[in-house]
């Protein structure tokens, strides 16, 4: 088994719904990447913001598991890192299926604590017609899967760089599925 690593890292001053790949990007705790437009202490999600621009950014950092882009290339879909508008993409890593609270580990210092998970949003069909079908779908009980990722918040701030490892902590007591945030 690969041991879990950050595969890329993606940026964007402005609101754009994907992000460029750079080298590497600084997390600065309690705000975000520096640099990207998502960053901040209240949320700066557009829509969000609209409705209530005093409410706390759980949406400091969005992470996407790679193996995601091998699924959609199974269907006929390609993808690459920070399109989907990710900041870190990760391998080795199942960040869906960790619970809220988590803490990951991101390279030598940064540290940022899992929120909820990304709701997608009509923007992935600009990316590829399509692709939404794919990255929100149903499970056998008929119940909304959500493949788009997660959000987290920055506890401890660092540069996270491709090749970097991850490193998981789960929350002590009874874990609860993501939910949207």
Known sequence: MTAASVVSVSRDPEHRFSKEVVDDIVLIAGLGVEGDAHAGTTVQHRSRVARDP???????????????????????????????????????????????????????????????????????????????????????????????????????GGRVAPGDRVGVELPEGEHGALQPV
């Open 54 to 156: 005093s409410q706390p950014n759980l949406r400091q950092v969005h992470l996407v598991h790679a193996e995601l882009f091998d699924e959609v290339e199974a269907s006929g879909f390609e993808v690459a890192p920070g399109e989907l508008g990710e900041n870190v993409t990760t391998c080795g890593v199942d960040l869906l299926g960790l619970p809220r609270g988590t803490v990951l580990r991101l390279g030598p210092d940064a540290v940022v604590e899992v929120t909820g998970l990304r709701n997608p949003c009509v923007q992935i069909d600009g990316l590829e017609a399509g692709l939404m079908r794919e990255l929100v779908t149903r499970d056998d009980e008929g119940q909304v899967v959500r493949k788009a990722g997660v959000m987290a918040v920055v506890l401890v």
